[in-house]
């Protein structure tokens, strides 16, 4: 069964930094892009960032020049690189991967459980 857990969440203050790290375990063949998602109470959940298996990446202008997506292909790790935080960035993260599994033999999107970001002002 493939399984997406992130960690790295916390509080912080308006101008911090937080990193992000999503490993994907299970019988994985191959993963396909990686994103990270945000979801902030009352709103929808939104894409955050994109990275390909290539290490290209796509951001959300909010997040441009402040965040940044990587990624272990070896270690099947997506991280996200968070700095100059806003209070309008607190939200649960969510790791997003498209996974090519042993167990399914095709591409199914995986994720994670969410981790709680709060910036406080």
């Known amino acids: 069964q493939v399984q997406l857990v992130e960690s790295g969440g916390g509080l912080v203050q308006a101008g911090g930094s937080l990193r992000l790290s999503c490993v994907a375990s299970?019988?994985?063949?191959?993963?396909?892009?990686m994103a990270w998602y945000r979801q902030a109470p009352g709103k929808q959940r939104e894409l955050v960032a994109t990275?390909?298996?290539?290490?290209?990446?796509n951001y959300a202008d909010s997040v441009k020049g402040r965040f940044t997506i990587s990624r272990d292909n070896a270690k099947n790790t997506v991280y996200l690189q968070m700095n100059s935080l806003k209070p309008e960035d607190t939200a649960v993260y969510y790791c997003?991967?498209?996974?090519?599994?042993?167990?399914?033999?095709?591409?199914?999107?995986?994720w994670g459980q969410g981790t709680q970001v709060t910036v406080s002002s």
């Open positions: 299970g019988i994985i063949f191959s993963i396909n892009t």
């Open positions: 997003n991967a498209d996974i090519f599994s042993i167990a399914t033999m095709s591409p199914e999107d995986y």
């Open positions: 990275i390909t298996p290539g290490r290209t990446t």
